[in-house]
């Protein structure tokens, strides 16, 4: 399809390649003057509005590009204006193969593929990465690991607790503005999940090779954690502070001795923003996030 210039040197165009015969579609952002480092864009999750994410990730393409950077965003399979029957995050494999291999054709002179992805979408390219060679860096932005266990300590720690220790908590309760039965019942609800189980940390199964796809049997957060311990290349990885699928990833760290094992042998970089909801939604937080990305990408 036709280029469309956006100045700077940077062109944007629509590209259609297949997956398993489902028709897909992309955006190609191509610098007149490219780096041998591209971004693949990897949007999971659930249905998208064209607004808010969505958005941003355009905002990030296009600035990456003029960086130098090669951007590729696609739909997968289901999702936006690609094809086919919606599949959940769990099972993209093939989606994001399909469009490594169509940004790879588009782009000849690329020696690396850096994967790019946020919430499930992080997740996702965590179960993919390590099984393809051309995949070189990954930018991982409040990956999702919630189990019912992981999100009951969450709320405990992070709502609960807090809150019992904030003044206009008490000033409520001795006004009888709210029933502190109700939240007792619900307090000690998440306890009970809280308690029902240990965290995972199984860690990687065996077996190596491109073929080798994670077992779909393991429990969220071993999958991820899989993938993380599977993958050796460099990780730019950003949390928020005012998210609560962050403090959930926080949370499975901090009660995990094989995730704090794997991080620390990683090449992790790991930025916090205190002020950051899940999407970053400003032009501030969207600066900031891709300011780090652009910093990460030249050092290695």
Same mark, same amino acid.
């Given at each position: 399809?036709?280029?469309?210039?956006?100045?700077?040197?940077?062109?944007?165009?629509?590209?259609?390649?297949?997956?398993?015969?489902?028709? @897909?579609?992309?955006?190609?952002?191509?610098?007149?003057?490219?780096?041998?480092?591209? @971004? @693949?864009?990897?949007?999971?999750?659930?249905?998208?509005?064209r607004v808010g994410a969505s958005r941003q990730m355009i905002l990030w393409a296009r600035r990456m590009a003029r960086e130098g950077y090669p951007v590729?965003?696609?739909?997968?399979?289901?999702?936006?204006?690609?094809?086919?029957?919606?599949?959940?995050?769990?099972?993209?494999?093939?989606?994001?193969?399909?469009?490594?291999?169509?940004?790879?054709?588009?782009?000849?002179?690329?020696?690396?593929?850096?994967?790019?992805?946020?919430?499930?979408?992080?997740?996702?390219?965590?179960?993919?990465?390590?099984?393809?060679?051309?995949?070189?860096?990954?930018?991982?932005?409040?990956?999702?690991?919630?189990?019912?266990?992981?999100?009951?300590?969450?709320?405990?720690?992070?709502?609960y607790f807090i809150r019992l220790a904030q003044p206009s908590f008490w000033r409520k309760l001795f006004s009888l503005q709210f029933n502190p039965l109700e939240s007792l019942r619900s307090m000690i609800k998440l306890i009970v999940q809280a308690r029902?189980?240990?965290?995972?940390?199984?860690?990687?199964?065996?077996?190596?090779?491109?073929?080798?796809?994670?077992?779909?049997?393991?429990?969220?957060?071993?999958?991820?954690?899989?993938?993380?311990?599977?993958?050796?290349?460099?990780?730019?990885?950003?949390?928020?502070?005012?998210?609560?699928?962050?403090?959930?990833?926080?949370?499975?760290?901090?009660?995990?001795?094989?995730?704090?094992?794997?991080?620390?042998?990683?090449?992790?970089?790991?930025?916090?923003?205190?002020?950051?909801?899940?999407?970053?939604?400003?032009?501030?937080?969207?600066?900031?996030?891709?300011?780090?990305?652009?910093?990460? @990408?030249?050092?290695?």
């Amino acid at each position: 399809m036709g280029a469309r210039e956006l100045g700077n040197g940077v062109s944007e165009s629509a590209i259609r390649f297949d997956c398993q015969g489902v028709p @897909l579609v992309g955006i190609l952002h191509r610098p007149a003057a490219a780096k041998r480092r591209g @971004l @693949l864009m990897v949007v999971a999750g659930g249905p998208q509005f064209r607004v808010g994410a969505s958005r941003q990730m355009i905002l990030w393409a296009r600035r990456m590009a003029r960086e130098g950077y090669p951007v590729m965003r696609f739909d997968s399979r289901g999702m936006g204006d690609s094809y086919g029957e919606f599949r959940d995050f769990l099972k993209t494999d093939d989606d994001i193969r399909a469009a490594v291999d169509c940004f790879v054709a588009q782009c000849p002179d690329l020696d690396e593929v850096v994967l790019w992805g946020e919430c499930n979408s992080a997740s996702a390219i965590l179960f993919y990465a390590f099984r393809d060679p051309r995949v070189k860096g990954l930018v991982l932005l409040n990956p999702w690991v919630r189990t019912d266990e992981v999100q009951a300590r969450t709320v405990l720690r992070y709502y609960y607790f807090i809150r019992l220790a904030q003044p206009s908590f008490w000033r409520k309760l001795f006004s009888l503005q709210f029933n502190p039965l109700e939240s007792l019942r619900s307090m000690i609800k998440l306890i009970v999940q809280a308690r029902s189980g240990s965290l995972p940390s199984r860690g990687a199964p065996d077996g190596d090779g491109f073929a080798a796809e994670l077992p779909h049997d393991l429990e969220l957060p071993d999958r991820v954690l899989a993938g993380f311990s599977r993958f050796n290349g460099p990780m730019l990885m950003v949390l928020s502070g005012r998210d609560l699928i962050a403090r959930e990833f926080d949370v499975l760290i901090a009660n995990s001795p094989r995730w704090q094992a794997e991080i620390g042998r990683k090449a992790l970089t790991r930025h916090d923003l205190a002020e950051g909801d899940h999407t970053f939604s400003s032009a501030r937080l969207r600066e900031q996030v891709v300011s780090w990305g652009i910093d990460w @990408l030249g050092k290695w």
